[in-house]
């Protein structure tokens, strides 16, 4: 019984701390500000177009990476997703694709002030990049993302990685004029992949294992 | 310069350590061996008489804590995850609920033992359970599970946690005659909830973050 009374208290307090870190501070939306910026030339091109980069891109430089932010917020009790909109239709994680041999916290970070910090003023500092939550893979170029890998594919030619990114108390979001910053609660995103495609619409159970807490205002 | 650079390396050990920790280890399907032994009583119960206890439970007991194993074993080189078929329909993540004042570790330990080892044989020893993937949770008795509590219910009903359990090299899984144990691809998991229900079909996402080491036989 000795031995097993330690055994115990010792996984007591690896359940302790790993309660901890599942625990995540979200502040509310009221506390942060939000402007605009001029805004970011997107690439006007065809699907055949973004197929054609995308093999030459490939070709010479292999899997392609993308790095995602999941950004909460608080509204009415419940977490909210930060979301970029495009044109009043497409909804994307705040984030983009790894120059290479940028290391994906470098590269989120990178994105995250380019989407989110007024030109100039931002640095490293400003994004605390916490765990990996997820990853999905696209096998072909012309397919979908999967939360996996196919055994009957010999390179994955994309991979997202989606990051929790942990807010500060207080902050200014300065976002170029042509997207729109939204925040949308989280039992709004659940099993609404019509709306906003798989990944975003799995994000709520990406989060499940993490507990909340709602520092109010 | 000099603090940057070395705020990059911490960055980068901690990434290496946060890679190593997501690399799971899964071994072929061959190398277990399974056997049946005598079955599992059921409760033959209808939907209103389950409704019934839950209810006289939650105000008892609160809330209803349910704790599930996800197993995983290799075949065709792709992971595929161990789940007990009941009637020929019913699929279900083995694992069941606490006890009143059971923890998580323990609850999820002696329901695999009941489940998959011989009788008198297990200790919880034979179980190796890692990290909390993801919870789900019931907010009213009559209603589906969701990955998130919603502000407006005050109290869930029942929350589900699916553990990370990983397998040694090789072991016996004695399983109850009236259940089956099956081996599912991640792939047929995958945006199959009419066949598996949310839960479980929501499992390769919970999984996509970490990577395999399959071992071959």
Not at 35 to 64: C, I, Q, V, W
Not at 103 to 111: M, P
Request: some cysteine; glycine content about 6%.
């Amino acid at each position: 019984m000795g031995d097993n009374g330690h055994l115990h208290a010792m996984e007591d307090d690896e359940a302790a701390t790993a309660e901890q870190s599942r625990a995540v501070r979200i502040y509310p939306l009221g506390n942060y500000y939000f402007g605009s910026k001029e805004p970011l030339l997107f690439k006007n091109e065809t699907l055949a177009d973004r197929l054609h980069r995308m093999k030459s891109n490939y070709a010479a430089n292999g899997l392609r990476t993308c790095v995602e932010a999941v950004l909460l917020v608080e509204l009415f009790k419940h977490p909210h997703l930060l979301l970029l909109q495009i044109r009043n239709s497409i909804f994307k994680l705040p984030g983009g694709r790894l120059r290479p041999n940028e290391s994906d916290i470098d590269g989120l970070k990178r994105k995250l002030s380019r989407k989110l910090s007024a030109n100039g003023t931002s640095d490293a500092s400003d994004w605390e990049v916490g765990e990996c939550l997820g990853m999905w893979w696209r096998p072909d170029f012309e397919t979908l993302l999967y939360p996996y890998l196919s055994s009957n594919v010999k390179g994955a030619k994309e991979c997202t990685k989606l990051f929790l990114v942990k807010l500060p108390e207080s902050r200014k979001f300065i976002v170029p004029k042509n997207l729109k910053l939204i925040a949308v609660p989280l039992c709004q995103l659940h099993e609404n992949q019509k709306t906003y495609g798989p990944v975003i619409s799995g994000v709520p159970q990406l989060l499940s294992k993490f507990s909340f807490n709602i520092i109010e205002a």
